[in-house]
């Protein structure tokens, strides 16, 4: 399994076009790339941290092109609603032991 994990500077006021659009997005990909999924965390102030998980580094790398054209509407009301979008991480699951997994 890989994990990739994004910070969001979300601009203030726009929390929730921002929650709605990366709820949306994510289910595309979900859907349409075989993510296994993504949970949203709310850090502090107006920083969202968002953690994505995929069978692979190199279905991550890969993944976009099988996305339906409604995904780039959602991708550019997500930026709009964000003064910076980053990765801070790139993990490779070493152990799990989340619930269900053990």
């Given at each position: 399994m890989?994990?990739?994990?994004?910070?969001?500077e979300?601009?203030?006021?726009?929390?929730?076009?921002?929650k709605e659009?990366?709820?949306?997005?994510?289910?595309?990909?979900?859907k349409?790339?075989?993510?296994?999924?993504?949970?949203?965390?709310?850090?502090d102030?107006?920083?969202?941290?968002?953690?994505?998980?995929?069978?692979?580094?190199?279905?991550?790398?890969?993944?976009?092109?099988?996305l339906?054209?409604?995904?780039?509407?959602?991708?550019?009301?997500m930026?709009?609603?964000?003064?910076?979008?980053?990765t801070?991480?790139?993990?490779?699951?070493?152990?799990?032991?989340?619930?269900?997994n053990?």
């Open positions: 890989f994990i990739a994990i994004y910070q969001f979300v601009i203030q006021g726009q929390e929730e076009q921002f659009s990366w709820n949306a997005l994510t289910k595309l990909i979900i349409y790339e075989n993510s296994v999924g993504s949970r949203l965390h709310h850090a102030g107006q920083v969202y941290i968002a953690y994505a998980q995929w069978y692979s580094r190199e279905q991550w790398e890969n993944a976009g092109s099988n339906p054209d409604i995904a780039d509407e959602f991708r550019k009301q930026k709009a609603s964000c003064s910076e979008i980053k801070i991480h790139e993990l490779e699951v070493i152990d799990d032991l989340l619930k269900g053990v």
